[in-house]
């Protein structure tokens, strides 16, 4: 079993990642967190397997703790964000920070098996797994 901590400002979207991963039998969400900040704690209390991780967060945006964390071992981060489309600069730089990988926000709800694809590739792998 991977568990899965969700780090996005939007309601909506923790909610739509939990809704994906509600019938997998290997994947739980084990925390969902509004801000880096409350993040951090479950980090440490949860224990993840695997982090999703909006950039565009209030306070603490998601490129500064991809930072933070590559100070210390951590679970591997899946990226996902309306600025991480195919090929742009955020993508790249998302994965020079040490992203796993990343995916479009916009894509959730058409494209949630290649999320959750994705996600099992980012928790089972060591090197960067790009996109599904």
């Known amino acids: 079993m991977f568990n899965v901590l969700v780090i996005d400002d939007s309601l909506t979207v923790r ?4 809704q994906l991963l509600e019938g997998e039998k290997d994947l ?6 509004d801000s880096v900040v409350a993040a951090r704690e479950m980090i440490d209390k949860f224990v993840p397997s695997v982090i999703t991780l909006d950039l565009a967060m209030p306070g603490i945006d998601g490129f500064a703790f991809l930072d933070e964390l590559a100070k210390h071992p951590h679970a591997p981060v899946l990226v996902v964000s ?3 489309t ?11 920070r040490g992203a796993k ?3 479009d926000k916009a894509q959730l709800v058409r ?3 290649s999320f959750v694809a994705l996600l099992r590739k980012a928790v089972s792998s ?6 599904a």
Not at 15 to 18: F, H, N, P, T, V
Not at 88 to 93: L, P
């Open 126 to 131: 060591t090197a960067t797994v790009g996109r």
């Open 82 to 84: 309306s600025q991480t």
């Open 101 to 103: 990988a990343c995916f």
């Open 15 to 18: 909610a739509i990642i939990e």
């Open 28 to 33: 739980r969400v084990v925390g969902s967190a």
């Open 86 to 96: 195919w090929g742009s600069d955020a993508e790249s730089e998302a994965i020079a």
């Open 111 to 113: 494209h949630g098996q």
